[in-house]
């Protein structure tokens, strides 16, 4: 598989942005083989993500990084351009439940997601046997009540001691500290059982029985220190109907949840997603 570059970029938008982009990696060989483009009419800024055939560019990503903030400067661009051969280093964080967990594990050992696991961390031993049958460092941080900051602070180390770009949420029971929501901004993704923003929370499903709902779902979302509020990256939903239990409703949305962030992560390793303020432009 040949290398690409991914430009992602922002802006407030005005003519010829697309010209001097296409401009710049033009004249310097660049062949872009995708191309999207988003203008929000409300904030009026514009969007954009090339991917870029790495060997028909004169260019290395270093120096791309370099002579692009000519271009990117006079427009106010907000800006990042990654290698598709440096795949992102995943630290996944879990509890109890094992689904999403299992199948990022899965699909990270097949090859169908590609990134680097260099750990996973759990507030339970539970789920080390099947971390460890993966060849994956498993770390054990309690998380107790009494002690939480100092448990938090050493969850902090190890992910940067795993040099971690993305900190996923494979159903971890635990609400990060306002610290960590901010310092990890858009690199913290959770996966939360309602759609949201109905039913945020603690146990959703409980809530949707006694509301009666006849959908129910699951949502992939960037952690922000507003409790399950922060930008939504990925949704899906299945429908139930009266005689669905709590439990029963709870076993039909594990499918939905664990293909929900997969998707979610997918499109964020990818560089598919840009935020803007509490919300997100996915070129899916």
């Not at 802006?11 to 660049?30: K, T």
């Not at 400067?73 to 907000?78: C, K, N, S």
Request: with cysteine; aromatic share 8%; glycine share 8%.
């Amino acid at each position: 598989m040949s290398t690409t570059f991914t430009l992602c970029a922002q802006c407030p938008d005005r003519p010829g942005i697309i010209a001097a982009v296409s401009g710049f990696i033009a004249g310097h060989g660049g062949s872009i083989c995708e191309a999207s483009q988003h203008l929000d009419p409300v904030s009026g800024w514009f969007f954009m993500r090339y991917e870029i055939r790495a060997e028909t560019l004169a260019l290395d990503l270093a120096a791309f990084r370099g002579e692009f903030q000519a271009v990117a400067g006079p427009l106010e661009m907000q800006w990042f351009v990654t290698a598709s051969d440096q795949p992102k280093r995943v630290v996944i964080l879990a509890s109890r439940q094992d689904h999403c967990l299992a199948d990022l594990l899965y699909r990270w050992r097949s090859g169908d997601m590609r990134f680097e696991l260099p750990a996973v961390i759990s507030n339970h031993d539970d789920l080390r046997p099947l971390v460890e049958q993966h060849g994956v460092p498993f770390h054990h941080v309690p998380v107790r009540r009494a002690q939480c900051e100092a448990d938090f602070a050493h969850i902090r180390e190890l992910y940067e001691e795993c040099r971690g770009d993305v900190m996923v949420l494979a159903r971890f029971m635990q609400v990060l500290p306002p610290a960590l929501c901010r310092d990890y901004a858009g690199r913290i993704i959770n996966i939360h059982h309602s759609f949201l923003p109905s039913f945020s929370g603690a146990r959703p499903y409980a809530q949707a029985a006694e509301r009666g709902v006849k959908i129910i779902g699951a949502t992939c979302h960037y952690v922000t220190e507003d409790l399950d509020a922060g930008p939504i990256i990925e949704q899906d939903v299945i429908r139930v109907h009266h005689g669905h239990t709590a439990d029963q409703m709870a076993r039909q949305g594990r499918d939905v949840e664990k293909q929900v962030l997969a998707r979610g992560l997918s499109y964020h390793l990818e560089d598919r997603v840009l935020l803007h303020g509490n919300r997100t432009i996915v070129f899916s």
